[in-house]
């Protein structure tokens, strides 16, 4: 059985950063590419990174390019995103998902992904 768990999410400062992580299990981990998608209230989910397998490519949402960061560490069947000067925009469910046959133009859309967490809140907030 898949499962895929994030974690790190909380309440965060404006301009202060957090690192959330999706562990996978019942998976060949690097086999599979992982994208982090985000969905605040009465708002749809919108992509924010994804990395791909093999090789580790990296795409972003342009609203968080330079801002976030999304790595991968196979051993540990672990993505992590690092989110730095977080916005108060920034404030939403974050989800992890994995897909086993992604090509690069497709990373960003939510239907190429297999697998899903169960989400993990970020609140960005004075």
């Known amino acids: 059985q898949v499962q895929l768990v994030e974690s790190g999410g909380g309440p965060v400062q404006p301009g202060g950063s957090l690192r959330l992580a999706c562990v996978a299990s019942?998976?060949?981990?690097?086999?599979?590419?992982v994208g982090w998608f985000r969905q605040d209230l009465g708002k749809e989910r919108e992509f924010v990174a994804a990395i791909k397998s093999y090789g580790g490519s990296t795409v972003y949402a342009d609203s968080v390019k330079g801002r976030f960061t999304i790595s991968r560490e196979n051993a540990k069947s672990t993505v992590y995103l690092q989110m730095n000067n977080l916005r108060p925009e920034d404030t939403a469910v974050y989800y992890c998902a994995a897909g086993s046959r992604l090509i690069t133009s497709s990373l960003s859309s939510q239907s190429a992904y297999d697998y899903w967490g169960q989400g993990t809140q970020v609140t960005v907030s004075s």
């Open positions: 019942g998976v060949t981990f690097s086999r599979y590419s």
